[in-house]
């Protein structure tokens, strides 16, 4: 029976056939792979994946920062008994499968080796999590598996990895589904891999013993093919994949892929109102507030301009009566969008996690470790190797729900402070910090920020703690307790969700947009008149962020109602809209005064 040649032995065979050209030989493989494959056919990491199999791992880059790894492109080995030598390719793997086991009687030839003038190649190193904010339908359709199984499955990854530490540790964020992986790269260095992309992986799975560090090979004279392995020491714990090719993947093309759309023929507005009547039993039967939400979530940042940034747009809905009402609303939001991430603001919270990543500890961390007795691992632990996970180093086009409604009282500490501040930042400016110090020295200072499209929807009982423009108290439309009308929605699911979340991601994919020279003229009367009016009236100017609000709020019910262009209906719709929000705003502030007062009770 002819054997069946693995994808290392393949790869190594193209590698021969082009002389030695890796990234020839990867596309080649990637070539002869997806002419009978297609991508998403290719298993997908899990618990279950065999080491040595191709793999495929959706995930986001959470740190590209290590230096290059150099290894000796062959080795020849020799047999110790029978004398029999033979050469080996260190391509696409970490391990030497013949000096594996622990009594094999293969050892490294040193007469046949060059280890001074010989071939070597390099490595790249990445790593990579499993997309944060996931969604469970999101990734069911990513991984081809049934939402059933998935969630065991993302779990499973944990059995993937064999040993770990402080160092690892620090790689997760309070997502369960986000596991990492060390992912590295041959041929050529992967440029386009930028910070918190996402992407597909392809490559061969490896898993099992750590490595042993280029000190360790010789002393037991044993010639390992990275020499410059000390910086992923810390990570050896960690599965790894060896990418042969990889596929990045837009946000607005995740989970579908471009694939599925939906018919043409299909009425946005009927649509608009469905997606509407499905959202409101989680806003407390709110439909102001349920309108709002659904032009929120279809927001996205199209242009930047200093510190301005066109379809940045944070909502703030407070007046939540409990958690469980306020933790309904993302569970809506995550049965619509493909990725979804709640943040439970607490002082424990704050206190204890991280918003922003970093290549430090704060100095509580610093001083805690510091009462380590054991020497060895207090020094060991108080090093901070690669960036730390942050919790919103997320995937562009995440929904971010900032839940404050179950903040309880307390003193926040060095790193929540930090945590508040970097936050309002992110909101405000939609720029992620990246902090660097050097641990108890400056464990705060940021010197690099890059840009992120994110939503932010802040949930509170009162107006929250956060710089937000928008911010509105839902009004429930009936008593009772509408948390358990929300849950039920969610939990039964009804309806096929699909055509709404192909709906909302139609829209927010929208680059056909335009305003006529006759609704220009109407903008600009708008905003002449509205900041004559305010003048006059001694109020505060109507400022160009209120315009600019209502501008984005009519932008999206246009592409919510199927229309290319602002029209007149959507451009009185936004206004209606924004007339009640503030009304509604100074009403309850009104209530909330005589309350204080005890005008209430009175």
């Known amino acids: ?344 603001l607490s002082i424990h919270y704050l206190n204890t996690n991280r918003m922003a990543p970093g290549v430090f500890v704060s100095r509580e961390s610093w001083k805690e470790m510091n009462t380590i007795k054991d020497k060895e691992t207090r020094d060991s632990d108080l090093i901070v190797h690669g960036l730390v996970s942050g919790e919103l180093q997320l995937a562009d086009r995440t929904y971010v729900v900032v839940d404050e409604v179950g903040m309880d009282a307390g003193v926040l500490k060095e790193q929540g402070v930090i945590n508040v501040r970097q936050m309002n930042d992110i909101l405000k400016f939609a720029e992620l910090p990246f902090a660097v110090g050097s641990g108890a020295d400056s464990p705060d200072h940021t010197v690099s920020k890059i840009p992120v499209d994110l939503s932010f929807l802040v949930l509170s009982q009162g107006k929250c703690m956060f710089d937000v423009d928008c911010v509105m108290p839902i009004m429930p439309n009936r008593m009772g307790a509408p948390s358990s009308v929300a849950n039920a929605s969610a939990k039964d699911e009804p309806r096929d969700m699909n055509p709404l979340r192909l709906f909302l991601l139609g829209v927010t994919k929208t680059e056909d947009y335009s305003i006529s020279e006759e609704m220009n003229t109407v903008l600009t009367n708008h905003f002449t008149e509205a900041r004559k009016k305010t003048a006059d009236a001694g109020q505060p100017l109507y400022s160009q962020e209120s315009f600019m609000l209502r501008m984005e709020i009519a932008r999206n019910w246009s592409l919510l109602s199927g229309e290319s262009s602002l029209s007149m209906d959507a451009w009185k719709k936004s206004g209606e809209m924004e007339a009640e929000r503030i009304e509604r705003c100074e009403r309850f502030a009104s209530l909330k005064r005589q309350n204080a007062d005890g005008g209430i009770d009175r």
């Open 1 to 344: 029976m002819e054997h069946q040649r693995s994808p290392l032995e393949r790869l190594h065979e193209l590698i021969a056939t082009s002389g030695g050209d890796i990234s020839a030989a990867q596309t080649t493989f990637k070539d002869q792979l997806l002419a009978s494959t297609r991508l998403n056919d290719i298993p997908s990491l899990s618990a279950s994946s065999t080491p040595g199999t191709l793999v495929r791992f959706r995930a986001m880059v959470q740190d590209n920062g290590f230096s290059p790894q150099i290894y000796m492109s062959h080795l020849n080995l020799v047999n110790e008994e029978t004398g029999e030598t033979m050469r080996i390719s260190c391509h696409f793997s970490d391990e030497i499968s013949p000096l594996k086991p622990a009594d094999s009687k293969w050892s490294v030839n040193e007469t046949e080796n060059d280890f001074m003038f010989g071939s070597y190649s390099q490595k790249w190193p990445m790593c990579c999590v499993a997309v944060p904010g996931q969604t469970a339908w999101a990734r069911a359709l990513v991984d081809n598996a049934p939402e059933s199984e998935n969630v065991a499955m993302e779990l499973g990854i944990v059995s993937l990895t064999g040993q770990t530490n402080v160092h690892v540790g620090r790689k997760y964020s309070t997502d369960p589904y986000s596991k990492p992986v060390m992912v590295k790269f041959y041929g050529e260095e992967p440029n386009d891999l930028q910070l918190s992309t996402v992407a597909d992986f392809i490559g061969i799975l490896e898993v099992g013993e750590s490595l042993p560090t280029a000190t360790d090979a010789m002393e037991n004279e044993v010639q390992m093919q990275s020499f410059l392995n000390d910086e992923l020491d810390p990570f050896r714990g960690l599965a790894v994949l060896h990418c042969v090719f990889h596929s990045r993947v837009s946000p607005l093309e995740h989970p579908f892929g471009g694939n599925q759309e939906l018919s043409r023929n299909v009425d946005a507005e009927i649509l608009r109102e469905n997606t509407l009547e499905f959202l409101k039993p989680f806003v407390l039967d709110d439909r102001l507030a349920a309108e709002y939400l659904l032009v929120h979530v279809v927001s996205k940042i199209r242009a930047r301009h200093e510190s301005f940034q066109t379809g940045n747009f944070p909502l703030n809905l407070y007046n939540f009566p409990t958690p469980a009402s306020s933790k309904s609303v993302f569970d809506a939001v995550s049965l619509l969008l493909p990725l979804a991430r709640r943040i439970p």
